[in-house]
Protein backbone atom coordinates (compact mmCIF):
# COMPACT_ATOMS: atom_id res chain seq x y z
CA UNK A 1 0.00 0.00 0.00
CA UNK A 2 0.56 3.48 -0.39
CA UNK A 3 -0.19 6.69 2.18
CA UNK A 4 -0.35 9.79 0.54
CA UNK A 5 -0.91 12.99 2.73
CA UNK A 6 -1.71 16.57 1.18
CA UNK A 7 -1.17 19.99 2.89
CA UNK A 8 -0.86 23.41 1.72
CA UNK A 9 -4.74 24.35 1.27
CA UNK A 10 -6.48 26.94 2.39
CA UNK A 11 -8.57 30.80 1.84
CA UNK A 12 -7.01 32.95 -0.77
CA UNK A 13 -7.99 36.32 -2.61
CA UNK A 14 -8.22 36.43 -6.32
CA UNK A 15 -4.97 36.66 -8.40
CA UNK A 16 -2.99 35.23 -5.15
CA UNK A 17 -0.86 31.82 -4.82
CA UNK A 18 -0.99 28.49 -2.87
CA UNK A 19 1.46 25.50 -2.92
CA UNK A 20 0.17 22.38 -2.56
CA UNK A 21 2.50 19.51 -1.16
CA UNK A 22 1.79 15.48 -1.16
CA UNK A 23 4.05 13.08 0.78
CA UNK A 24 3.95 9.52 -0.27
CA UNK A 25 5.15 6.46 1.85
CA UNK A 26 5.04 2.83 2.00
CA UNK A 27 5.77 1.08 -0.99
CA UNK A 28 6.33 3.99 -3.08
CA UNK A 29 8.43 1.37 -5.63
CA UNK A 30 5.00 0.68 -6.85
CA UNK A 31 4.09 4.06 -8.41
CA UNK A 32 5.73 5.77 -10.78
CA UNK A 33 3.03 8.59 -11.88
CA UNK A 34 1.91 11.52 -9.64
CA UNK A 35 -1.08 13.64 -10.31
CA UNK A 36 -3.55 16.42 -8.63
CA UNK A 37 -7.02 16.25 -9.04
CA UNK A 38 -9.91 18.74 -8.50
CA UNK A 39 -13.34 18.57 -7.38
CA UNK A 40 -15.86 21.81 -6.84
CA UNK A 41 -19.23 21.24 -5.39
CA UNK A 42 -21.43 19.70 -7.67
CA UNK A 43 -19.44 18.27 -10.16
CA UNK A 44 -17.13 15.42 -11.29
CA UNK A 45 -13.41 15.08 -10.27
CA UNK A 46 -11.43 16.29 -12.86
CA UNK A 47 -7.61 15.63 -13.74
CA UNK A 48 -5.54 18.95 -13.79
CA UNK A 49 -1.95 17.63 -13.80
CA UNK A 50 0.23 15.07 -14.16
CA UNK A 51 3.97 14.13 -13.87
CA UNK A 52 6.17 10.88 -14.45
CA UNK A 53 8.98 9.94 -12.43
CA UNK A 54 11.47 11.43 -14.92
CA UNK A 55 9.14 14.95 -14.64
CA UNK A 56 7.22 14.87 -17.79
CA UNK A 57 4.38 16.86 -17.03
CA UNK A 58 1.13 17.24 -18.22
CA UNK A 59 -1.69 19.87 -17.63
CA UNK A 60 -5.64 21.11 -18.20
CA UNK A 61 -6.30 23.20 -20.19
CA UNK A 62 -8.37 25.12 -17.45
CA UNK A 63 -4.95 25.35 -15.31
CA UNK A 64 -2.18 25.48 -17.90
CA UNK A 65 0.39 28.33 -17.91
CA UNK A 66 -0.76 29.15 -14.22
CA UNK A 67 -0.42 25.95 -12.25
CA UNK A 68 3.18 23.71 -12.10
CA UNK A 69 3.52 20.27 -10.73
CA UNK A 70 7.09 19.69 -9.90
CA UNK A 71 8.24 16.43 -7.50
CA UNK A 72 11.14 15.74 -5.22
CA UNK A 73 11.84 11.80 -5.91
CA UNK A 74 14.34 10.89 -3.01
CA UNK A 75 11.39 12.56 -0.55
CA UNK A 76 8.78 11.02 -3.07
CA UNK A 77 6.67 14.68 -2.65
CA UNK A 78 4.69 16.04 -5.60
CA UNK A 79 4.21 19.67 -5.17
CA UNK A 80 1.46 21.94 -7.13
CA UNK A 81 2.28 25.57 -7.09
CA UNK A 82 -0.70 28.06 -7.88
CA UNK A 83 -0.55 31.11 -8.77
CA UNK A 84 -3.18 34.00 -10.30
CA UNK A 85 -5.91 31.78 -8.67
CA UNK A 86 -9.44 32.18 -9.60
CA UNK A 87 -12.94 31.97 -7.58
CA UNK A 88 -13.44 29.23 -10.40
CA UNK A 89 -10.67 27.18 -8.78
CA UNK A 90 -12.35 26.69 -5.55
CA UNK A 91 -12.50 23.02 -4.86
CA UNK A 92 -10.81 19.66 -2.98
CA UNK A 93 -8.04 19.37 -4.16
CA UNK A 94 -6.67 15.99 -4.24
CA UNK A 95 -3.36 14.26 -4.75
CA UNK A 96 -3.27 10.70 -6.70
CA UNK A 97 -0.49 8.03 -7.46
CA UNK A 98 -0.34 4.99 -9.49
CA UNK A 99 2.14 3.34 -11.68
CA UNK A 100 0.56 5.10 -14.41
CA UNK A 101 -2.06 7.86 -14.80
CA UNK A 102 -3.90 8.81 -17.48
CA UNK A 103 -6.95 10.64 -17.91
CA UNK A 104 -10.34 8.67 -18.04
CA UNK A 105 -8.39 5.87 -15.32
CA UNK A 106 -8.50 5.72 -11.73
CA UNK A 107 -5.61 6.14 -9.71
CA UNK A 108 -4.99 3.11 -7.29
CA UNK A 109 -3.86 5.47 -4.12
CA UNK A 110 -5.36 9.05 -3.31
CA UNK A 111 -4.70 11.40 -0.56
CA UNK A 112 -7.71 12.81 1.82
CA UNK A 113 -8.31 15.73 0.04
CA UNK A 114 -7.63 19.34 0.89
CA UNK A 115 -9.77 22.68 0.19
CA UNK A 116 -8.52 25.15 -1.48
CA UNK A 117 -10.91 28.45 -1.51
CA UNK A 118 -10.21 31.46 -3.53
CA UNK A 119 -12.29 34.45 -3.04
CA UNK A 120 -13.62 37.41 -5.59
Known amino acids: QVQLVESGGGLVQAGGSLRLSCAAS????????MGWYRQAPGKQRDLIAT???????NYADSVKGRFTISRDNAKNTVFLQMNSLKPEDTAVYYC??????????????WGQGTQVTVSS
Open 51 to 57: ITSGRST
Open 26 to 33: GRTYSISD
Open 96 to 109: AADWRIRSGSTPHY
